[in-house]
């Protein structure tokens, strides 16, 4: 079976994996000469702590597993068990962790409740003052800006992949072909259209009612911390964040512990990674309304490193990357992804929202079970 993939983030990059494992010739098209979207520019989070119970948690849980395996095959990956741990610093964020402990699915997100002493023997750069943290055995890492260059050397080493970057898909025709910007035409068994968030054009021609918006969030990344941050690390507002952890006790924090009139604003949480060059990457805010600034701006950023600074107990090493970024994600965001068959063999999938990288690789096995690959 011939499959064409078209987009080369990591939502499509893992479509292409799934066909050729399965045996079949992939031809993969890309508009730009790589991926520049969402799938660079994110924190390479395997992210299970938060998920939703249910679907969510499941492919969350179902995609480690398939990251792990991939990255045993792909060094490049740089996959990581490093696991995570949300910082806890003030009783009502110690009592939703504790409810969390209480989840009928707690073991197989491998919490743990970890006191100050432990949390410090787990990650010991974390110096600041911490009643304890909520940790997350299943949690991992891999190296965003490599990922998808990697995982396509590795499939055009077994002689059934094609890479066509800079390729701009314009028309679907018929079935099962694709025309591109050059006026080549792609035809095969099946085509998967992994768009991003790329909906106008020819995805809002295909399918006019999507239930998928764009989100928009800053990050930044240090030089070198100049030591190990063993874990990848929250702050307590992720516990506002992710649905795992709603219930009594989240809401009484949300009553009791107010965030800081900026961290509102801007829908915030900190999440922090180290990079396999030392550095940090740090986020992040969440923008849903339309249009979305042009610029980054500072606000949230000064947040961001104050809270860092607090957890770390030392100033951050100098800042040397800030961006923006949109990702797409289901208006009903229970939904893991939308995918849609849009022609007879012709399918789009898009709009994993945040949870693209973590949940890339299930999510395109789910797709391939579908499509009967």
């Known amino acids: 079976m011939r499959v064409i993939v078209v987009g080369a983030g990591v939502l499509g990059t893992m479509h292409a994996w799934q066909a050729v494992e399965r045996g079949h010739e992939v031809v993969h098209l890309e508009r730009e000469a790589e991926a520049r979207g969402a799938s660079v520019r994110n924190f390479g989070l395997v992210w299970v702590s938060g998920r939703a119970a249910g679907e969510e948690l499941d492919t969350a849980l179902r995609a480690r597993e398939l990251w792990e395996r991939i990255g045993a095959r792909v060094p490049d990956l740089g996959f990581r068990a490093n696991g995570s741990l949300t910082a806890i610093r003030t ?61 396509r ?3 055009e080493a077994g002689g059934r992949y094609t890479f066509l970057p800079g390729r701009e898909v314009r028309e679907v025709i018929g079935e099962n072909a694709v025309r591109d910007d050059h006026g080549d035409v792609h035809t095969g068994d099946l085509v998967v259209l992994c768009t991003g968030a790329w909906l106008g054009g020819l995805v809002r021609e295909l399918a006019p009612a999507l239930p998928v918006r764009k989100v928009r969030l800053q990050m930044m990344q240090t030089d070198r911390l100049g030591e190990d941050l063993t874990t990848s690390v929250a702050d307590g507002d992720s516990f506002r964040y992710y649905p795992a952890f709603a219930g009594s006790a989240l809401e009484q924090l949300k009553s009791a512990q107010p965030q800081p009139p900026v961290a509102a604003e801007h829908k915030m949480q900190l999440l922090m990674v180290q990079r396999r060059d030392g550095g940090l990457t740090i986020g992040d805010t969440h923008e849903y309304d339309q249009p979305f600034g042009f610029d980054v701006v500072e606000d949230p950023y000064d947040h961001l490193v104050g ?45 994993p929202g945040g949870r693209g990288m973590t949940c890339s690789p299930a999510i395109a096995e789910t797709t391939a079970d579908l499509a009967n690959l």
């Open 153 to 155: 050397a590795a499939l």
């Open 307 to 351: 809270v860092a600074e607090e957890l770390l107990g030392r100033p951050l090493p100098r800042i040397r990357r800030r961006w923006a970024g949109v990702y797409a994600q289901c208006v009903d965001t229970t939904r893991v992804v939308h995918r849609e068959r849009v022609r007879d063999a012709v399918w789009l999938v898009t709009g």
């Open 91 to 151: 009783g009502a964020e110690l009592a939703v962790a504790e409810q969390a402990l209480t989840l009928p699915d707690a073991a197989a997100r491998g919490y743990k409740l970890l006191d100050a002493d432990e949390t410090r023997a787990a990650n010991p750069a974390l110096r600041g003052e911490l009643l304890g943290a909520l940790w997350c055995e299943r949690d991992a890492a891999v190296e965003p800006r490599t990922a998808q260059p990697a995982l």
